[in-house]
């Protein structure tokens, strides 16, 4: 069972510890960071479609910016205590910090504040650019940028997060082309199919005719209009047989999946990074399991990865989905299918 947990919260309380408590929360957040980083050589997994990235938004919410000096302030260490550090948008320490440092700009606290919290904003902004949540990465690298607009990384990140948003745009343009190209070829199959039947048909038509001819000779010659409705009738029956015939074939059980397919206890894994623990559920302290069932391609990639079944139901299906895309396994001789549970517990 893969079990996932959100780093400890902050212990200290008191301005005295701020440093050190940012320090060790920093030390986890790196640690998380390096857990998710892809196999050299893996292509990381993108979605089917370019997600839609909103237009920026302020750094700080209009919620953040109207309150007072003493009610950021107090908002701020709460946070702190809480590690929301840098998220949910809207109530997180950076937010506050920078809202107050706009109000109390020579301030030095808080400056040294927005100068600790810079880095784990940064190490967020890389961690979202590799989920490929441009819509996260966006709004982080505002607050980078309104903490510090001559930051050495800036320019870095805001080259990968438009990279990043071109990569998963071009694969989906290629998705479409190759399901454009699969429903051409569909249509054709069809066509080809009806002209068959249509040939079918009409020779049907002609043996039945020339049936009835040899069957009686001495007889008048049957009715022309007669003997067109019977063969069309005879044609008519037999092109019902195909179609049932077809149909029943495609009822018919699938035949059992390779032994490959069976050989999961094989699967050597090579990076399994852990999955996003969601952030309603981690402030409601919400724990469950997903069992995500997927397969592993020849070369190790990932692909076809569904929810079997979750505890409760939608709250972990999302991220658990997207963390098993993200998996790499060793090369295997055939594709297999298996099966994986994935727990989320909130910790202390």
Not at 51 to 66: I, R
Not at 141 to 161: G, N, V
Request: a positive charge; glycine letters at 2%; hydrophobic letters at 45%.
């Amino acid at each position: 069972m893969y079990v996932v947990k959100p780093f400890s919260r902050l212990a200290a309380s008191r301005r005295p510890y701020f440093h050190l408590t940012l320090g060790l929360a920093l030390a986890c957040v790196v640690v998380g960071c390096s857990k998710d980083e892809p196999a050299p050589g893996a292509a990381a997994p993108g979605s089917q479609a370019a997600q839609a990235v909103a237009p920026p938004q302020p750094a700080v919410s209009a919620e953040v910016a109207a309150m007072g000096a003493d009610q950021l302030r107090e908002s701020a260490s709460t946070a702190l205590r809480e590690q929301r550090l840098y998220a949910p948008a809207g109530n997180n320490a950076m937010e506050y910090y920078l809202a107050l440092r706009d109000k109390q700009p020579n301030d030095p606290a808080v400056a040294s504040a927005l100068t600790d919290l810079q880095p784990y904003a940064l190490i967020a902004t890389e961690q979202s650019i590799g989920r490929e949540d441009f819509v996260e990465a966006q709004r982080l690298y505002a607050l980078m940028e309104k903490t510090d607009p001559q930051a050495p990384a800036l320019p870095r990140l805001k080259t990968s997060i438009a990279a990043a948003q071109q990569a998963v745009a071009q694969r989906a343009v290629d998705e479409k082309t190759r399901t454009e190209e699969e429903a051409k070829r569909l249509a054709d199959l069809e066509k080809q199919r009806a002209a068959q039947q249509q040939q079918e048909q009409q020779r049907a038509a002609a043996q039945l005719a020339q049936q009835q001819s040899a069957a009686a000779p001495a007889a008048p010659a049957p009715d022309t209009a007669a003997q067109a409705a019977a063969a069309q009738r005879e044609a008519d029956r037999r092109a019902a047989e195909q179609r049932a015939a077809q149909q029943a074939a495609a009822a018919a059980p699938a035949p059992p999946p390779p032994a490959a397919a069976s050989a999961s206890s094989d699967l050597r894994p090579i990076s399994m990074p852990q999955p996003r623990y969601p952030a309603a559920a981690l402030r409601a302290r919400q724990s469950g399991q997903v069992q995500v069932e997927f397969t592993v391609a020849p070369d190790g990639s990932v692909s076809a990865a569904r929810v079997v079944s979750a505890q409760p139901d939608r709250v972990f299906d999302r991220e658990a989905v997207a963390a098993v895309k993200r998996w790499r396994f060793q090369p295997v001789d055939s594709p297999v299918t298996t099966r994986r549970t994935i727990a989320f517990n909130p910790g202390n």
